[in-house]
């Protein structure tokens, strides 16, 4: 298996494991009896969990970029222009979502 494919495979299991959390808190929440503020309460604190989890795996995604960026420049792949490192995206989703016109 290449390095490749062994990075889309974690990319895709990281993918599957976060949409799985999300369904799951998601039917938790809807199915849980309790009053609407308790529930207000308990989303906020999910909601919270959730962006400290997201920033953490994006953080380990930059590394990762950053590594793989360092490697293909080691062998000579690709020029300054051509390959940038992780510190050239946005840091974090507003800049994404305001880039992508969302």
């Known amino acids: 298996m290449s390095e490749d494919e062994r990075n889309d495979t974690l990319l895709s299991l990281l993918a599957g494991v976060g949409i799985g959390a999300l369904v799951g808190a998601a039917t938790a929440l809807l199915l849980a009896p309790q009053s609407g503020r308790e529930t207000r309460t308990q989303i906020r604190g999910s909601a919270d969990d959730l962006l400290v989890k997201v920033r953490d795996t994006v953080e380990e995604m930059r590394t990762k970029v ?4 360092a490697s293909l420049k080691a062998r000579g792949i690709g020029s300054d222009r051509e390959v ?3 510190d050239s995206l ?3 989703g507003a800049e994404t979502a305001a880039a992508a016109g969302v």
């Not at 950053?66 to 960026?69: G, I, L, N, P, R």
């Open 66 to 69: 950053d590594e793989m960026v």
């Open 84 to 86: 940038g490192t992780a």
């Open 90 to 92: 946005p840091e974090n």
